[in-house]
């Protein structure tokens, strides 16, 4: 079974408009037959609860397209507030693409 992965890489501040941006993104990416996303997040300086809320509809938008979505590379900071937002329970997230290609792409 071929799956198609895809990898967005995500920059700056991750705010309400940026999050806009993010849903059409995504949406765009499962309409094409995307099955596993990863949100490449090394680059990301700060999340706001806007910002949050578009990572929870990414998710939902890949799930409801029977996709799989995962995490990599987030900040301490990132990593704090994924934790105290309990988010860290939603999302699976990875130290690196390496990681997940270990963990995620040999498995498959």
């Known amino acids: 079974m071929n799956l198609s992965v895809k990898v ?12 806009n941006e993010l849903r059409r993104e995504v949406s765009g990416i499962v309409a094409n037959g995307t ?14 609860s806007s910002g949050l809320g578009a990572l929870v509809s990414a ?3 890949v799930r409801n397209a029977n ?14 507030l ?9 999302f699976q997230t990875f130290t690196d693409q390496d990681e997940f290609n270990r ?6």
């Open 8 to 19: 967005l890489e995500l920059t700056g501040i991750l705010d309400g408009i940026r999050g």
């Open 59 to 61: 998710m939902q938008i």
């Open 35 to 48: 099955d596993i996303l990863l949100l490449d997040m090394k680059e990301v300086k700060f999340i706001d």
């Open 67 to 80: 996709g799989k979505l995962f995490v990599c590379s987030i900040s301490d900071q990132v990593r704090m």
């Open 82 to 90: 994924f934790e105290l937002t309990k988010m860290d329970r939603i």
């Open 103 to 108: 963990q995620v792409l040999a498995t498959q």
